[in-house]
């Protein structure tokens, strides 16, 4: 079965680091671009980060700048968002998804352009 699935959501105080996980399996994840994006019950979903293709692309919403990276390594099937210095609000239910529409070496914050695959995603608290 076609599958992605993201991994690595916890609970952690503020400044605290997470790393998630966007695994793929029954496709090549390292074909698509792949953008995460986050949602909670009061907020749009929106953009955090995205990869192109390529790897040679790399986006992130403004107020992650700095603090969160994301990455392809030597697993064609895995993408990661580490994420540092995470604040209150930051706190949101975490999804990664594909672009197969988007160029080689372009990739995009907006929702819109994700019309291939979304996992169900994991949540990031952040508290005291």
């Known amino acids: 079965q076609v599958q992605l699935v993201e991994s690595g959501g916890g609970s952690v105080q503020p400044g605290g680091t997470l790393k998630l996980s966007c695994a793929s399996s029954?496709?090549?994840?390292?074909?698509?671009?792949v953008g995460w994006f986050r949602q909670t019950p009061t907020s749009k979903r929106e953009g955090v980060a995205c990869?192109?293709?390529?790897?040679?692309?790399?986006e992130y919403m403004d107020s992650v700048k700095g603090r969160f990276t994301l990455s392809r390594g030597p697993d064609k099937n895995m993408v990661t968002l580490e994420m540092t210095d995470l604040r209150p609000e930051d706190a949101a239910v975490y999804i990664c998804a594909t672009d197969r529409h988007s160029p080689w070496d372009i990739c995009s914050l907006s929702v819109e352009r994700y019309e291939h695959y979304w996992g169900h995603g994991t949540q990031v608290t952040v508290s005291p």
């Open positions: 990869i192109s293709r390529n790897g040679a692309m790399i």
């Open positions: 029954g496709f090549t994840l390292g074909l698509y671009g």
